[in-house]
Every structure is written in C-alpha cells, then in structure tokens.
C-alpha cells in the first residue's frame, strides 16, 4: 500500500483570502498492485472530506472510514481541508486541487478516472455537495487555469449532509464558513447546494438518520429531490435512529459511553455506499 501525506499548495493572497496559516494536506491511501492478481488494476477513488461545522476536521470521519475503503480495494484519500478562520471559497478551491492531483496521477496512482468520487461528513458533507454543484464554475476553473473538466468528480457521497442554507439549515456551519458574510442572501444561496444542481452534477449517494440532532433530515431530503428534478442518478437512505455524527455506527468510531446497541442498523452503509462507488 502507498502511504503519503501531501500538502495542498494554493496562493491564498491571489485568492485574496487567508486561511489562517493552516496547512492543509490530503493524506493518500493506495492499495498496490500485485503481479499475482493484476499489475495494471486501476480502482475505484473516495476523497474524503470530515466534518465539523467548518470549525475542525474530525478523526472519527477520516482515516477509519479510508480504511474501510481500502479493505474493498478502493483508493482513499483523507483532506485535511482549511476550516476557520478560512473562509469561503478556500475550501472548495482545496478540494480541486486534491481532485485534479488524483486525475493528474491517474496512471501512478492506478486511478479509475470514471470513479472519482467525492465524500463528505455533515459540513463535510456540505464541501463535498457544494463542490459536486459549482465545480464549473468560473471561479475555480480560473484559479487553475482549468478547460478540460481536470477537476469534475464522476459520484458525491453524502453523509448526513449540510445542504440547505434555509430554514433547516445548520446556522453554526454557516458561520463559520462565510465569517462575516453570513447574511448575505447571494451568497448563501450560492452555497445552498438544493439550489445549485444542474445537468453537470454528478450522480449521488446519500444517507442520513431521522432522529438527527444537528442536521435535520431535510437537508438530505432536499437535496435528492433536487437531484432528481434534474435526473442525477441517486441513492438515497434514511435510517429511523441515530444521533448525529454517527460514522461507522460502530464502537470503532465512537466512545464506550456513545455508544448504544440501537445504531447498529445504520452500520449498513457503508457497504452501500462502496458497493455504489465501485458501480459508478
């Protein structure tokens, strides 16, 4: 396996931002080849963004969920992405360059072009399904002189999704993404992601519990209505139970005292949601 932690390099002054002096890195985790089962396989990729309300980047949503990735012989890389002070459109740029590298070192790095897929936790998720919307828009493909689509993700996985800046919105992440900015009505609806899907957003999976206690399920809810207006494949999976920022769902991610028998139905989802990478 490849192990590599890299650092994510931007011009934040010709952005005309600061992200605080953070240093965002993505952090791969590649399955190798083997002469033994097929030296020239290429495979499936997740980039996975953590949640954390824009505020941090959560170990519980990182590197256990690449693990699981790379045990169904998928590629994972973990970003390490600016979170506040940073403010928009930091974050979006960062996911680019990580995408663009995967695309950029396809051949070294044995990607599957057709299978690169963007995973995001609660703000997390908020970043992956922005992203999975503006991609295109001029202002990343300017930054980086992009023509070609380098940077369009083929799949979104959203895990207990912020999506709507709205009423069901949670306001913390908000705030924390657009400093502030935060009531500036273009800008939020700009980042509603419901409100951003078009033709070129890649198809999704999406999960979410019932029971949140952060994120309402609305957000998930529409955003595959969204989805679906424009006829954008998606999965989409609601649990009953379940608190929010469950992860795995199991003792792995959670502590002895979080921890309660009734989650372990939602535990299923992440063989959906590999089973969908890898059908993409």
Not at 5 to 25: M, S, T
Not at 67 to 82: G, L, P
Not at 148 to 155: H, I
Not at 198 to 221: C, K, M, Y
Request: proline share 5%; glycine share 8%; net charge negative.
């Amino acid at each position: 396996m490849i192990y590599q932690v890299i650092n994510i390099e931007l011009d934040y002054k010709k952005i005309g931002a600061d992200n605080g002096g953070f240093q965002p890195i993505m952090t791969l985790y590649l399955p190798s080849n083997s002469h033994e089962i097929e030296l020239d396989r290429k495979r499936p990729t997740v980039i996975i963004c953590p949640g954390g309300g824009y505020s941090m980047t959560s170990d519980r949503e990182a590197e256990a969920i690449a693990f699981k990735f790379i045990a169904e012989d998928c590629n994972a890389v973990v970003v390490r992405y600016s979170c506040a002070p940073a403010r928009f459109p930091i974050q979006l740029l960062e996911l680019s360059w990580v995408v663009s590298k995967m695309r950029e070192n396809s051949d070294e790095w044995n990607v599957d072009t057709n299978k690169i897929s963007v995973m995001g936790f609660s703000a997390g998720g908020h970043l992956a399904a922005s992203y999975g919307t503006l991609w295109n828009k001029d202002f990343i493909k300017e930054y980086f002189g992009l023509k070609g689509g380098e940077n369009k993700p083929n799949g979104m996985i959203l895990c207990y999704p912020v999506i709507t800046s709205g009423p069901k919105a949670n306001f913390g992440s908000f705030e924390n993404l657009l400093g502030d900015k935060k009531d500036d009505e273009e800008l939020r609806t700009l980042l509603s992601a419901e409100k951003q899907v078009t033709a070129d957003t890649p198809p999704a999976f999406i999960w979410h519990t019932f029971a949140d206690n952060a994120v309402p399920v609305e957000n998930s809810l529409l955003m595959a209505t969204a989805l679906t207006e424009k006829k954008i494949p998606t999965e989409l999976h609601i649990f009953p139970l379940g608190w929010h920022g469950l992860s795995l769902c199991n003792s792995t991610v959670l502590k002895p005292q979080d921890y309660h028998g009734e989650f372990d139905e939602c535990q299923v989802w992440i063989d959906m949601a590999i089973r969908w990478l890898k059908n993409l």
